[in-house]
């Protein structure tokens, strides 16, 4: 079996196609995960995946690149507090909001929080998504260690989290502002009427193909002038390809006639 044929497998194990994710850096992860467990060729790794559901899970895990922490980068979050939700607020008093590749959820706590400054936390509503289910159960259980809050600013800390020894665990008030689910950017039907996208380092991984397509998934699924946000190595290159227009760095806006963009200049 070549990677081809590895390739069929698993889309048949797992629904999750991995011609639309860069083949060359994909490629050489699974063959390194491939030999840190001792086997030596694909068809051996496959058969062995379809019998043991440790093999498996730690399969999924590392397919999924898990990366995240909270507050990622401080000045795009504070941009976000200061300028994009007083934006989206200045036209409506709920937001529906999407975290889309959540991972572990760091990123939609982090929203929460910084959302709690501009309203209450019992008027917030996010739904994270993430084709890792046991990335899912982790941020379930909200329970995080030292270096994924090492970002967050120290209030943010002392009023959402309850220090467990070495760990930090996120209060159910926080949790009860967050909805999970699973979903694969590649093949699941998209939510409708989102008024903003949070999608942060996770396109890096798919082909060209695969990320326009993602694209313009998420400008239908925004509301009229909804607004998608992006990580630090995604900026949009010809965002009107795409029927979005630059609002701020990392953030792009559903085209519309009747805005004035220059009020976020």
Not at 85 to 101: D, G, H, N, V
Not at 127 to 148: C, H, Q, R, V, W
Not at 151 to 180: A, Q
């Amino acid at each position: 079996m070549d990677y081809e044929g590895f390739k069929e497998e698993i889309l048949k194990m797992t629904k999750i196609n991995l011609t639309l994710y860069k083949e060359k850096q994909m490629k050489r992860r699974i063959d390194a995960l491939i030999r840190k467990n001792n086997y030596s060729t694909y068809k051996d790794y496959v058969q062995a995946l379809k019998v043991n559901k440790e093999l498996f899970k730690e399969f999924i895990n590392y397919l999924t690149i898990n990366v995240s922490e909270f507050y990622r980068n401080p000045d795009q979050w504070s941009v976000l507090e200061k300028e994009i939700f007083p934006l989206l607020l200045s036209k409506k008093k709920k937001l529906t909001i999407w975290s889309a590749a959540c991972s572990t959820g760091d990123e939609p706590y982090t929203l929460v929080m910084v959302l709690n400054k501009l309203m209450p936390l019992s008027s917030i509503k996010i739904l994270a998504t993430d084709i890792d289910m046991g990335a899912i159960e982790k941020a379930k259980t909200g329970i995080y260690n030292a270096k994924s809050v090492e970002n967050l600013p120290k209030e943010y800390i002392n009023k959402y989290f309850t220090i467990l020894g070495e760990s930090y665990k996120i209060k159910d008030e926080v949790k009860n502002c967050v909805e999970f689910k699973q979903h694969n950017l590649l093949r699941d039907p998209y939510p409708a009427n989102i008024d903003l996208i949070v999608c942060r380092n996770v396109l890096i991984y798919f082909t060209e193909e695969a990320k326009t397509d993602i694209y313009k998934k998420f400008n239908m699924s925004l509301n009229h002038q909804g607004i998608l946000f992006v990580g630090s190595t995604e900026q949009l290159i010809m965002a009107n390809k795409y029927n979005f227009k630059s609002l701020k760095t990392f953030f792009y806006i559903k085209e519309s006639d009747n805005f004035n963009y220059q009020d976020l200049k």
